[in-house]
T-cell receptor, first 116, second 112 residues
Framework: AQKITQTQPGMFVQEKEAVTLDCTYD???????LFWYKQPSSGEMIFLIY??????QNATEGRYSLNFQKARKSANLVISASQLGDSAMYFC?????????????FGQGTRLTINP | DGGITQSPKYLFRKEGQNVTLSCEQN?????MYWYRQDPGQGLRLIYY???????QKGDIAEGYSVSREKKESFPLTVTSAQKNPTAFYLC???????????FGSGTRLTVV
């Protein structure tokens, strides 16, 4: 079965510091995709970054980077120079083939609070 | 602009009532999904549909029903059989593109 584990229910970081949000995954598939989404209090899901299982380089999108360690099955999100607007829930998700269909499986999320 | 529209934003249901949540997309995506989110929790898959007139149960389908009569529309009905329906419901669609998932803005359902 495919599973995503986020072990940090909440994190508190000072503004301008870098922050790492942990994500480990479990799958027997060779081909899969890993996503990070941001969910502000409004509830919308904002796509941040994607990493494919065959991508050799870590994905980067502006201040976001994904530290992909395939052998350890981890896909941590790194936010550099955090800003007050980064305060939100963050979800790690994995796209895989489940029962013949591509599905997105989510972790429990990490609530990130940026302090001024 | 293309996207997913969910309505209503807030919905109140009385005990024993069925309610229907709307999800419409103009992205020409084949697949559509319904997720449920409880406070402080991740998203759990209720139903999904890969093509018109076909849909499959997700992890928590009991007490819910869906239809997919048009490619653009994937409404979710929360029936009276769903004992704890108060939650935030998110609709999503996907394309064959690598990271082609798009989410709606959600419907917050409360039982009164």
């Amino acid at each position: 079965a495919q599973k995503i584990t986020q072990t940090q229910p909440g994190m508190f970081v000072q503004e301008k510091e870098a922050v790492t949000l942990d994500c480990t995954y479990d799958t027997s598939d060779q081909s899969y995709g890993l996503f990070w989404y941001k969910q502000p209090s409004s509830g919308e899901m904002i796509f941040l970054i994607y990493q494919g299982s065959y991508d050799e380089q870590n994905a980067t999108e502006g201040r976001y980077s994904l530290n992909f360690q395939k052998a350890r099955k981890s896909a941590n999100l790194v936010i550099s120079a955090s800003q007050l607007g980064d305060s939100a829930m963050y979800f790690c998700a994995m796209r895989g083939l489940i029962q013949g269909a591509q599905k997105l499986v989510f972790g429990q999320g990490t609530r990130l609070t940026i302090n001024p | 602009d293309g996207g997913i529209t969910q309505s209503p934003k807030y919905l109140f249901r009385k005990e024993g009532q069925n309610v229907t949540l709307s999800c419409e997309q103009n992205l020409n995506h084949d697949a559509m999904y319904w997720y449920r989110q409880d406070p402080g929790q991740g998203l759990r898959l209720i139903y999904y549909s890969q093509i018109v007139n076909d849909f499959q149960k997700g992890d928590i389908a009991e007490g819910y029903s869906v239809s997919r009569e048009k490619k653009e529309s994937f409404p979710l009905t929360v029936t009276s059989a769903q004992k704890n329906p108060t939650a935030f419901y998110l609709c999503a669609s996907s394309s064959r593109a690598v990271y082609g998932y798009t989410f709606g803005s959600g419907t917050r359902l409360t039982v009164v």
